[in-house]
């Protein structure tokens, strides 16, 4: 590794996660009143640098870098996501999407692990529960360097992603010690992560998986003007795409007034 990719790893890692919600209660004056749960930051999906760069000045939290041309998780090229790297400059965590896991997955990104990101991620569609699955996907995660962060993720549409269910995996996530999660769909056909799931019962998982210190992001083409559905969860990203695209359409160009739509939906 160059000397220039060592210090943008020092420097990316010196940016800390937002910590997960605990509920944590406040000191005096009344000794029962409790802390407000910290707002929810904003995660900005991008597919280039220049992308990164109106992102970032419009207010996002985190950035990811994936290439939507690809699926829910598409990866970007290695080159990509350096450039991105490059434009954030420590800003900001940068997490890069690498597909659907497979067991050659971390050859295909054998580049992007050299690179100095925050977390990196995979999908679970093709992939089969059962008595005793997951050691593929822990052998997978050990083979990750360190510091790098993997983010379990779950798919609400997991029947037609032939995958597991989100309840299984965030029992999964929890028993194994990540460190963050991510809750998504895998088919962009309109409908939205709560068209596919109860508001309450991603409430539930949120609180479930924050209880055990794990950070949660919540994707799912959300919309800001679901802020009604919004209020009732609590996760410590919303991490989007599309809806900060031109016309809404996730592979269109990235709309920094829609991302401050999205800031201000909620702040």
Same mark, same amino acid.
């Given at each position: 590794?160059?000397?220039?990719?060592?210090?943008?790893?020092?420097?990316?890692?010196?940016?800390?996660?937002?910590?997960?919600?605990?509920?944590?209660?406040?000191? =005096?004056?009344?000794?029962?009143?409790?802390?407000?749960?910290?707002?929810?930051?904003?995660?900005?999906?991008?597919?280039?640098?220049? %992308?990164?760069? /109106?992102?970032?000045?419009? !207010?996002?939290?985190? *950035?990811?870098?994936?290439?939507?041309?690809?699926?829910?998780?598409?990866?970007?090229?290695?080159?990509?996501?350096?450039?991105?790297?490059? &434009?954030?400059?420590?800003?900001?965590? &940068?997490?890069?999407?690498?597909?659907?896991?497979?067991?050659?997955?971390?050859?295909?990104?054998?580049?992007?692990?050299?690179? =100095? +990101?925050?977390?990196?991620?995979?999908?679970?569609?093709?992939?089969?529960?059962?008595?005793?699955?997951? %050691?593929?996907?822990?052998?997978?995660?050990?083979? &990750?360097?360190?510091? /790098?962060?993997?983010?379990?993720?779950?798919?609400?549409?997991?029947?037609?992603?032939?995958?597991?269910?989100?309840?299984? &995996?965030?029992?999964?996530?929890?028993?194994?010690?990540?460190?963050?999660?991510?809750?998504?769909?895998?088919?962009?056909?309109?409908?939205?992560?709560?068209?596919?799931?109860?508001?309450?019962?991603?409430? %539930?998982? *949120? %609180?479930?998986?924050?209880? !055990? !210190?794990?950070?949660?992001?919540? !994707?799912?083409? +959300?919309?800001?003007?679901?802020?009604?559905?919004?209020?009732?969860?609590?996760?410590?990203?919303?991490?989007?795409?599309?809806?900060?695209?031109?016309?809404?359409?996730?592979?269109?160009?990235?709309? =920094?007034?829609?991302?401050?739509?999205?800031?201000?939906? *909620?702040?």
């Amino acid at each position: 590794m160059t000397d220039k990719a060592k210090k943008a790893r020092t420097s990316v890692f010196n940016v800390a996660p937002m910590a997960a919600n605990t509920g944590t209660t406040a000191r =005096p004056q009344a000794e029962s009143a409790k802390v407000a749960p910290p707002k929810a930051k904003l995660l900005v999906s991008v597919r280039s640098a220049d %992308e990164a760069g /109106v992102a970032l000045e419009a !207010g996002a939290d985190l *950035i990811d870098v994936k290439e939507p041309s690809r699926g829910p998780l598409g990866m970007a090229h290695h080159e990509t996501v350096a450039a991105v790297l490059e &434009v954030v400059n420590g800003r900001v965590p &940068v997490s890069a999407a690498l597909g659907e896991w497979s067991e050659a997955i971390l050859t295909a990104a054998h580049w992007h692990l050299e690179l =100095p +990101l925050t977390y990196v991620k995979w999908g679970l569609a093709g992939y089969k529960g059962g008595p005793g699955w997951g %050691e593929d996907l822990l052998q997978t995660r050990r083979d &990750v360097p360190a510091p /790098v962060e993997v983010v379990a993720t779950a798919y609400a549409d997991w029947e037609k992603a032939n995958s597991v269910p989100p309840a299984e &995996v965030v029992k999964f996530a929890k028993r194994f010690r990540y460190r963050a999660f991510l809750l998504d769909t895998f088919h962009k056909d309109g409908r939205s992560l709560f068209d596919h799931m109860d508001v309450g019962e991603v409430a %539930e998982l *949120i %609180e479930s998986l924050q209880r !055990g !210190g794990v950070i949660v992001a919540l !994707g799912g083409s +959300l919309k800001p003007e679901q802020a009604r559905l919004l209020g009732r969860v609590a996760p410590d990203y919303y991490a989007v795409r599309g809806s900060v695209c031109v016309a809404g359409k996730r592979d269109s160009e990235l709309d =920094p007034l829609r991302v401050k739509k999205w800031k201000d939906a *909620i702040g």
